[in-house]
């Protein structure tokens, strides 16, 4: 069949208005928002905001549900992050895409975080599978961060840093089977309140 064939037999499946709303469509404004998402969440240089998009990606607290559930083969998420502050030392078995959109965003990788580089407004770098990996906002203003992830099923369990395992002990967090758990020491900091809002 030619391309102008299989373009004139073309037929699209049919899907309303409300239902494309209902199931394909996040409103930013709607995203819900968590703080204690991960592990290093309550660590002071570590503390963001994960808003999920699509797909449920690489996820710790089961709550975290994105607006756009079907599984896309990719998952695709916001993060913010105030000044210094961003995702600690960790890997997963999928690559990741960093996308900072307001401002410079530190992207830092290897074993111990050995390597680094800054990727201005709209940059891209994509982190191969396995690597640990982490980033910070190195600005004045709190960034948005888009970020993706790839492989169906969300892309399997987060592999922390050691260091950041034990430091969040500390916390009141851990990891058992791959989400997170909080521990009987679990009490947030005075400055911070749990957020989850949408």
Known sequence: ??????????????????????????????L????VAFVDSLLPEHRKKNLKVIGRGVVEDPRMNPPIADDHGFTVAFITCEPNTGAALHSHETAEVFIPL??????????????????????????????????????????????????????GPVTWHPEILERAKDTGLAVEDGKLIRLDNFALPDDMQEIETG
């Open 102 to 155: 307001n401002g410079r965003l530190i992207v830092y990788w290897g074993d111990e975080g050995q390597d680094e580089l800054t990727l201005d407004p709209w940059d891209t770098v994509s982190v191969p599978d396995g690597v640990m990996r982490g980033f910070r906002n190195p600005g004045d203003e709190e960034l948005v961060i888009l970020a993706m992830v790839g492989q169906r099923d969300g892309g």
């Open 32 to 35: 819900k928002k968590f703080n």
């Open 1 to 30: 069949m030619s391309d102008t064939d299989r373009a004139a037999a073309h037929v699209s499946p049919k899907i309303s208005a409300a239902e494309m709303e209902a199931t394909r469509v996040a409103r930013f404004r709607d």
